[in-house]
Structures are given as C-alpha cells and as structure tokens.
C-alpha cells in the first residue's frame, strides 16, 4: 500500500508515484540538521523545517533539508571563512611577534642596565 492510494484513481499514475517517492523520502527518512548534526529535524511547512534538538528553525529546499545550490553556497561561504580566519591569524601572530620582539628588546636594555650599574659599583669599590 502506498501514500498516494488515498487519491484512488484520481491525478494519474506517474504523479501519483512522483508524490510516493518525495514523501517516502521526507516523512520516513531521518533529516540531519546542519547546525548542530543531529537527526531531530521535523519539516513544518513547504521549505521549513526545525529542529527539536537545537530548536533552531530554518529554510531548506520543499522536500530536501539543504538543496543543491544550498551545499554549494554553504561550502564556499565556509571555504572563505576559513581563508579570512587564516589571515586574521597570519596578522595576529605578526602582530605578537612585534610584541614579543619588543619585550625582549626591553628586557635586554633593562639588563644591560643593570650590568652597567653593577660594573660602575665595583669600578668604584676597586677605586677606593
């Protein structure tokens, strides 16, 4: 017995089987969310879907969670988030180079100092 058999002999055969495999494929199939990856997804409407887990809802395709051109879109935003990422941190660090080399530099200077003192104590300890 299929879904469609409620329609009888009514809208013909080949919608009738276009309309069993897209509700097959969406109210007996476990829908994944792509936030938090977990299979609690629930289709509320054509294109809208939620999660009960996360309890985040959004738009997808009228059957499919992510259609397509969502993928794609998806992982070219990721992709370019990531090279930014990598950049945000290529200067950071450059930037915490600057620092580090800065602290050192000070650090040297405050020893230098020191030594200086310590050698013009004991010049003048040897002097007197």
Partial sequence: MTI???FGSKYGRK???KYDNVTQGYKFKKLVCPFCGMKKVTREASGIYECL????K???GAYE???????TIRSSMAKKNVKELEVFLEEE???ED???KEEKAEKEEKVDK???KQKKEKAKESEE
Avoid: P
Wanted: glycine share 14%.
């Fill in 93 to 95: 660090t450059k930037i």
């Fill in 114 to 116: 020191k030594e200086k």
């Fill in 65 to 71: 969670v992510e259609t397509r051109i969502g993928k």
């Fill in 53 to 56: 887990y996360c309890k985040k």
């Fill in 4 to 6: 469609s058999s409620g």
């Fill in 58 to 60: 959004f738009a997808g």
């Fill in 15 to 17: 919608i009738r089987r």
């Fill in 98 to 100: 600057k620092g580090e």
